[in-house]
């Protein structure tokens, strides 16, 4: 009985173990010189996403030079106090959902700009360093966003590159 307390006591050390450099592998990737670290291009499932499915700064700068754009802020409405990109519209991560349920009249009112259609290609979303909007993105895909898209970079990205 005794030599088996320790050998179930040594797998559970071993799992932790694993467990925990899993963890250090994925969380050390920028550090480790990774290129475009903050640029997640994987889904939570691990799926590579389509190119198409992310924005870049330049193709951002482009969409807000010609008005074409539907940009969503999906942080905390108190993280907006240490700035946004200029012209967005805030829906934090949780009403998401909710949001894109809203009829267009309902939305207009909630949010004060026209929702986005299903079919829109100018429909992108951002949050501070591209994880949440990404989470957002697969939300609204799955309400039937197809053609939604996201600053991968988010506002990390936007002012380090965004003349002050």
């Known amino acids: 009985m005794n030599t088996m307390m320790h050998l179930s006591s040594g797998v559970c050390a ?3 173990l694993l467990l925990l450099s899993a963890s250090v592998d994925s969380t050390n990737q920028c550090e480790n010189g990774a290129d475009n670290c903050n640029k997640w291009t994987e889904t939570s499932e691990n799926r590579p996403l389509n190119t198409d499915d992310v924005v870049t700064y330049e193709q951002l700068k482009e969409m ?6 539907q940009l969503f ?3 905390e409405p108190y993280e907006l106090e240490a700035g946004f990109i200029p012209g967005a519209t805030n829906i934090p991560l949780g009403d998401v ?4 349920k809203l009829n267009p009249d309902q939305f207009r009112e909630r949010y004060g700009v026209p929702k986005p ?3 829109d290609t100018d429909f992108v979303l951002y949050c501070q360093r591209g994880v949440r909007s990404l989470t957002a993105l697969g939300i609204a895909r799955d309400l039937g966003y197809s053609k939604a898209r996201h600053y991968a970079g988010g506002y990390n990205e936007w002012i380090q590159l965004e003349p002050q």
């Open 73 to 75: 802020d999906v942080r």
């Open 97 to 100: 959902e909710q949001a894109l």
């Open 117 to 119: 259609g299903l079919e």
């Open 14 to 16: 071993l799992v932790a």
């Open 64 to 69: 807000m030079s010609t008005g074409n754009i």
